[in-house]
């Protein structure tokens, strides 16, 4: 009402139109002749420069709030997220995204939502689908290491890009492991190694899947310790696993948490470990690292958003995952599971996706790793 008069007013008083338009526009106000009425007896040139200065505070007011983003902490999110996860449900990974749903929709308040879509080697159609999503923070993407760093050399003749998303938060990261089978006649990386030397083109290792990270560890051991093994993809880790157990293979990289019972019950041999340090439930077993030095091999899960997300989105995102992350209880499953809980920023996570991409871009060029 008073925005209202106040155009009125600047009208009688030849005050710009354009200005006392968009002060106007917030609703109703005085009509002209009661503030002609309330004017009577004062300085006319006072009251205009009154009246102008009221329109420009109020006009400058409007602006400032028709500019602040619709995406204020107040209003994001105001509906569910879609948390989208390239990878069968069940497992370590898939467990991870799920913990990160659970816990950053308790801290927003908001229901995440964990959409499994395995589709397309390394699970391209999700990442595309995310990647094409409108940039507002509700559609995020769940996936590993790989996923963010390498993406764009392995896909080759179609390439897949994800250097433009924007990180949210890395969740934990775990090891890889050198796993053989039973009766292979080496208990060690150094005996295994020999062992491969001596018997060229009849050791065979499997892996999850081309551009996997058991894949480019297996192409990276060959290629520190100058030998060659048969490589045979499966689909992802149980059929690799079975066939070990069964013996039809010699060795698998893959990872502790789905191995441990059938390695602490005798059914396979821990040759090796992927992490910086011995892993302190298997003090005995040395790290690749050891025998080849600087072959390290973990991954991780990491969340990220599509390209052109509003940092404040994507920081609100990764607050609610990290805060969930520090809880005791939740560290705890998460240790139990073989792996490290970080939780970390943005910032972290693109750090880690730089060191990533540096690490294993050497190996995929010099084994010339592509995906079709």
Same mark, same amino acid.
Request: charged letters at 20%.
């Given at each position: 009402?008073?925005?209202?008069?106040?155009?009125?007013?600047?009208?009688?008083?030849?005050?710009?139109?354009?200005?006392?338009?968009?002060?106007?526009?917030?609703?109703?106000?005085?009509?002209?002749?009661?503030?002609?009425?309330?004017?009577?007896?004062?300085?006319?040139?006072?009251?205009?420069?009154?009246?102008?200065?009221?329109?420009?505070?109020?006009?400058?007011?409007?602006?400032?709030?028709?500019?602040?983003?619709?995406?204020?902490?107040?209003?994001?999110?105001?509906?569910?997220?879609?948390?989208?996860?390239?990878?069968?449900?069940?497992?370590?990974?898939?467990?991870?995204?799920?913990?990160?749903?659970?816990?950053?929709?308790?801290?927003?308040?908001?229901?995440?939502?964990? *959409?499994?879509?395995?589709?397309?080697?390394?699970?391209?159609?999700?990442?595309?689908?995310?990647?094409?999503?409108?940039?507002?923070?509700?559609?995020?993407?769940?996936?590993?290491?790989?996923?963010?760093?390498?993406?764009?050399?392995?896909?080759?003749?179609?390439?897949?890009?994800?250097?433009?998303?924007?990180?949210?938060?890395?969740?934990?990261?775990?090891?890889?492991?050198?796993?053989?089978?039973?009766?292979?006649?080496?208990?060690?990386?150094?005996?295994?190694?020999?062992?491969?030397?001596?018997?060229?083109?009849?050791?065979?290792?499997?892996?999850?899947?081309?551009?996997?990270?058991?894949?480019?560890?297996?192409?990276?051991?060959?290629?520190?310790?100058?030998?060659?093994?048969?490589?045979?993809?499966?689909?992802?880790?149980?059929?690799?696993?079975?066939?070990?157990?069964?013996?039809?293979?010699?060795?698998?990289?893959?990872?502790?948490?789905?191995?441990?019972?059938?390695?602490?019950?005798?059914?396979?041999?821990?040759?090796?470990?992927?992490?910086?340090?011995?892993?302190?439930?298997?003090?005995?077993?040395?790290?690749?690292?050891?025998?080849?030095?600087?072959?390290?091999?973990?991954?991780?899960?990491?969340?990220?958003?599509?390209?052109?997300?509003?940092?404040?989105?994507?920081?609100?995102?990764?607050?609610?995952?990290?805060?969930?992350?520090?809880?005791?209880?939740?560290?705890?499953?998460?240790?139990?599971? *073989?792996?490290?809980?970080?939780?970390?920023?943005?910032?972290?996570?693109?750090?880690?996706?730089?060191?990533?991409?540096?690490?294993?871009?050497?190996?995929?060029?010099?084994?010339?790793?592509?995906?079709?």
């Amino acid at each position: 009402m008073i925005l209202s008069g106040l155009q009125d007013a600047a009208a009688g008083l030849d005050i710009p139109f354009g200005v006392a338009t968009v002060a106007a526009q917030a609703g109703g106000g005085l009509r002209r002749r009661q503030i002609a009425r309330r004017a009577g007896g004062c300085n006319r040139v006072g009251i205009k420069a009154m009246i102008r200065a009221s329109i420009l505070a109020v006009t400058a007011a409007l602006c400032c709030a028709a500019s602040g983003p619709a995406y204020a902490q107040g209003g994001y999110p105001n509906r569910p997220i879609t948390m989208v996860v390239p990878l069968p449900a069940g497992g370590t990974a898939d467990l991870l995204c799920r913990l990160a749903a659970e816990r950053a929709g308790a801290m927003l308040k908001q229901q995440v939502v964990v *959409e499994n879509r395995p589709v397309g080697a390394g699970g391209r159609v999700a990442i595309e689908a995310v990647i094409r999503a409108a940039p507002d923070g509700y559609t995020v993407l769940c996936a590993p290491q790989l996923s963010y760093t390498v993406a764009h050399l392995l896909f080759v003749k179609s390439p897949l890009d994800t250097r433009a998303m924007e990180p949210v938060s890395v969740l934990a990261a775990y090891p890889l492991i050198l796993i053989a089978r039973a009766d292979l006649p080496a208990n060690d990386l150094p005996s295994f190694l020999d062992y491969a030397r001596k018997n060229p083109g009849k050791v065979n290792y499997g892996h999850q899947g081309k551009g996997n990270t058991g894949h480019l560890l297996g192409e990276f051991l060959m290629l520190r310790g100058k030998f060659r093994m048969t490589e045979i993809p499966y689909r992802g880790s149980a059929p690799a696993i079975n066939d070990l157990l069964g013996g039809n293979i010699d060795m698998v990289p893959d990872y502790l948490l789905a191995n441990k019972q059938n390695i602490d019950a005798g059914k396979l041999k821990l040759l090796a470990t992927g992490s910086r340090e011995r892993i302190k439930g298997y003090p005995k077993v040395a790290t690749i690292a050891e025998t080849l030095p600087g072959v390290l091999a973990d991954t991780w899960m990491a969340v990220a958003a599509p390209p052109g997300t509003p940092k404040e989105i994507t920081q609100r995102l990764s607050d609610a995952i990290g805060q969930g992350f520090k809880t005791e209880e939740l560290r705890k499953r998460i240790l139990a599971l *073989e792996a490290e809980p970080l939780g970390n920023s943005p910032d972290e996570m693109r750090k880690m996706i730089e060191a990533s991409t540096q690490h294993w871009s050497p190996v995929i060029e010099a084994a010339k790793v592509a995906i079709d």
